[in-house]
């Protein structure tokens, strides 16, 4: 009898959490799945059209060159999980001016999207002071965010640079659990530094590796919105255009909600997909 109350107690605690998630995830989720199938405008009746949508989307070139530009960028993600490990490793060794470091690499985390691309569309414009600094010192100036060939590059290192912060913490949280015992065991036993950061904090840190792969992964793929917005609009062309940005376009610009509303599902799908192989591998390292 106990029992149940106890459970009937911590239904009532949890009830607020999962009636938010009801109405503000899943409630979306569901309409949007049945919006996918409808020509709705956003205005008047719609009429469910099967799978039209999901047709023209695999017909659609914008949306080809969104998911070439996805895979461009998920092509990069070793080095969104890798910057920040070899950072909080350099800083839990003692550099010197760790934790002014530490500082300095979290403050862009805790700016906003628009701040951080109204800063860099100073610095990357092609009178911006970027530019200004390659002439100063006798170099060609590079249209950053207006040459196809660079604009993608310019906003992945821009979101690199605004979001690495959050998982240099998570690292350096990670590195106070790994045993100084075996650290100490390594270097008496001759292992250089490399070494140990190879064959002993590396293999400590899986699971913290896995989890910022994963979390970076979907991070990536649904924030960039923003930078997009502000630096590029898509462009040139489109260059820099992303499913989530491509969602926007046909939703606020086009007026095709329904058309929107498929390629969200095909981006949950791809999102869903990434996440379930990330953990599957994930699952397959710590059985071994």
């Known amino acids: 009898m106990g029992s149940k109350a106890e459970r009937r107690i911590g239904l009532l605690f949890v009830l607020p959490a999962i009636m938010l998630v009801g109405l503000f995830r899943l409630f979306p989720l569901a309409w949007g799945f049945v919006l996918s199938f409808t020509d709705s405008n956003g205005f008047g009746r719609s009429s469910f059209v099967g799978f039209d949508n999901y047709v023209a989307i695999a017909h659609d070139p914008v949306f080809r060159d969104s998911i070439e530009n996805t895979l461009i960028l998920i092509a990069t993600l070793p080095v969104w999980v890798m910057l920040p490990l070899l950072l909080a490793i350099l800083i839990h060794q003692g550099v010197p001016g760790g934790r002014i470091f530490r500082a300095v690499y979290f403050f862009p985390a805790v700016l906003s999207t628009v701040i951080i691309g109204s800063i860099f569309n100073v610095v990357l414009r092609f009178d911006g002071s970027l530019n200004a600094f390659l ?154």
């Not at 690199?160 to 240099?168: E, P």
């Not at 699971?207 to 992964?217: K, N, S």
């Not at 498929?262 to 059985?287: D, H, K, P, W």
């Open 135 to 288: 002439k100063a010192v006798g170099l060609v100036p590079v249209d950053w965010l207006g040459n196809g060939a660079t604009a993608l590059a310019s906003l992945i290192a821009v979101q690199l640079w605004a979001t690495f912060g959050m998982s240099l913490l998570i690292f350096m949280a990670g590195l106070s659990t790994v045993s100084t015992e075996l650290i100490e065991a390594a270097r008496l036993d001759g292992a250089r530094p490399l070494q140990i950061w190879i064959h002993v904090i590396v293999p400590a840190l899986r699971p913290i590796i896995e989890f910022v792969a994963v979390v970076t992964t979907i991070g990536v793929l649904t924030s960039m919105f923003g930078l997009i917005y502000v630096l590029t609009a898509g462009g040139p062309g489109t260059a820099t255009t992303l499913p989530e940005f491509l969602i926007w376009l046909e939703q606020g610009k086009m007026n095709q909600p329904g058309y929107a509303a498929a390629i969200s599902m095909v981006l949950f799908v791809i999102l869903g997909g990434l996440a379930y192989v990330q953990i599957r591998i994930m699952s397959r390292n710590a059985n071994l």
